[in-house]
């Protein structure tokens, strides 16, 4: 524990956030949808890469977690409407 009471995650704890959070994006029907989470994510990590404060880094680390269950249920709710003719962007050449 850290003097302000409040443990930082570790950094395979952060590590796995990451992941999990690519893994979701991947899971989304829309290509856009798919792509905007996917950046989303990668732009959030890389904005927080340089905190060192334990309480920033608890902070960021639990927003990170609110978000992963977000696009969890998002995911979710997309895959019940996806639609049944794929986006261009999905197609692969021949």
Do not use: H, W
Not at 59 to 83: C, H, I, M, N, T
Request: charge should be positive; charged fraction near 25%.
């Amino acid at each position: 524990m850290a003097a302000s009471g409040v443990a930082a995650p570790t950094r395979t704890e952060v590590l796995q956030l990451y992941r999990s959070l690519l893994r979701v994006a991947r899971q989304f029907c829309d290509y856009n949808i798919r792509e905007y989470t996917k950046r989303r994510t990668i732009d959030a990590f890389r904005d927080n890469k340089n905190l060192t404060d334990p309480s920033q880094l608890s902070a960021a680390f639990s927003d990170g977690k609110a978000q992963l269950e977000v696009a969890k249920r998002q995911a979710l709710v997309y895959s019940l409407y996806a639609p049944k003719v794929k986006s261009i962007m999905d197609i692969k050449p021949s």
